[in-house]
């Protein structure tokens, strides 16, 4: 099965003293526990377009709505979506190490990271698994390591949105 879930939804182990959807997945169902894996999305400098739904329109003032839509003329006007900023180490989604990521990868470029390989670094710390800032989320166990939440990172530098058919 493959799931296009989300950051939140993809982590294998408990965060924040609850179940995402994958660690729901390898606790309660026999016989998957070793054949789950979580390929983590992360962007650097990038755009995203996100719906906008009941909740964003709450959060955001029109008059800032408007100047996203303003300061993105490459996205066509649309009702339905936002451009926005999509970048792991600004206030928004901040993850604790993406800087590493930021050293090893190039402008305009899309890199998968294998961080589940004997002796990783990411088999005993929580680099890359803990978010800091205005979207914070920690492991509820803080013995918990980065390859028990994730296996995989794709990382995006200086992508553009993809652009939907409406």
């Keep these: 099965m493959y799931g296009f879930l989300g950051y939140y939804h993809c982590l294998q182990a408990g965060y924040e003293k609850s179940m995402p959807f ?27 377009l996100l719906p ?7 959060m955001m003032p029109p008059s800032y709505v408007e100047k996203l839509k303003n300061d993105n003329p490459e996205f066509p006007p649309s009702k339905k979506y936002i451009p926005f900023d999509l970048s ?7 993850i604790d190490g993406i800087q590493y ?24 710390g929580k680099l890359l698994a ?20 994730f296996q995989y990172i794709l990382l995006f530098r200086d992508s553009k949105a993809a ?4």
Excluded at 22 to 48: C, D, E, P, R
Excluded at 103 to 122: E, M, R
Excluded at 163 to 166: A, D, L, S, V
């Design 101 to 124: 990521l930021k050293t090893v990868t190039t402008a305009n470029s899309t890199v998968i990271f294998k961080l589940d390989n004997i002796g990783s670094p990411f088999a005993t």
């Design 130 to 149: 803990e978010v800091k800032r205005f979207q914070s989320i920690k492991f509820t166990n803080p013995q918990s390591n980065t390859i028990e939440a």
């Design 52 to 58: 906008y739904i009941a909740q964003l329109k709450q």
């Design 88 to 94: 792991n180490d600004n206030s928004m989604m901040n």
């Design 22 to 48: 994958a660690a729901l997945l390898k606790k309660y169902h026999i016989g998957l526990q070793n054949k789950i894996v979580s390929i983590q999305m992360m962007a650097l400098q990038s755009k995203t």
């Design 163 to 166: 652009i939907p058919i409406e």
